[in-house]
């Protein structure tokens, strides 16, 4: 069984930056695209950023193209996502997945691994 944590969401202001974590385990996901969903209150969840086991291929929603960085560390079966200049719009539980198929495009309902979710919250 596998299980995916996320840390380090919190409170941040406007403009500034978090660095959020997911480390799975019960089995190395190899070959496994590994990325972050967000949903806010009263919306659908949404595709924020993706990464493909080697990291040669990243997808990214273009609302935080230039601003969130997604990275990986297969060793420690963890990736992370960097997001700086924050704005409100940003506030969200952010949920850390796991998909052997692309996560940009596949039904939520189909997608193998989720995380429990962390809360970013953006003040202005």
């Known amino acids: 069984q596998v299980q995916l944590v996320e840390s380090g969401g919190g409170l941040v202001q406007a403009g500034g930056s978090l660095r959020l974590s997911c480390a799975a385990s019960?089995?190395?996901?190899?070959?496994?695209?590994m990325g972050w969903f967000r949903q806010a209150p009263g919306k659908e969840r949404e595709f924020v950023e993706a990464?493909?086991?080697?990291?040669?291929?990243?997808y990214y929603a273009d609302s935080v193209k230039g601003r969130f960085t997604i990275s990986r560390d297969n060793a420690k079966n963890t990736v992370y996502l960097q997001m700086n200049s924050l704005k409100p719009e940003d506030t969200a539980v952010y949920y850390c997945?796991?998909?052997?198929?692309?996560?940009?495009?596949?039904?939520?309902?189909?997608?193998?691994?989720w995380g429990q979710g962390t809360q970013v919250t953006v003040s202005s």
């Open positions: 997945a796991a998909d052997s198929q692309p996560l940009h495009d596949r039904p939520r309902r189909e997608i193998d691994y």
């Open positions: 019960g089995r190395t996901l190899s070959n496994y695209v």
């Open positions: 990464i493909t086991w080697s990291g040669d291929r990243i």
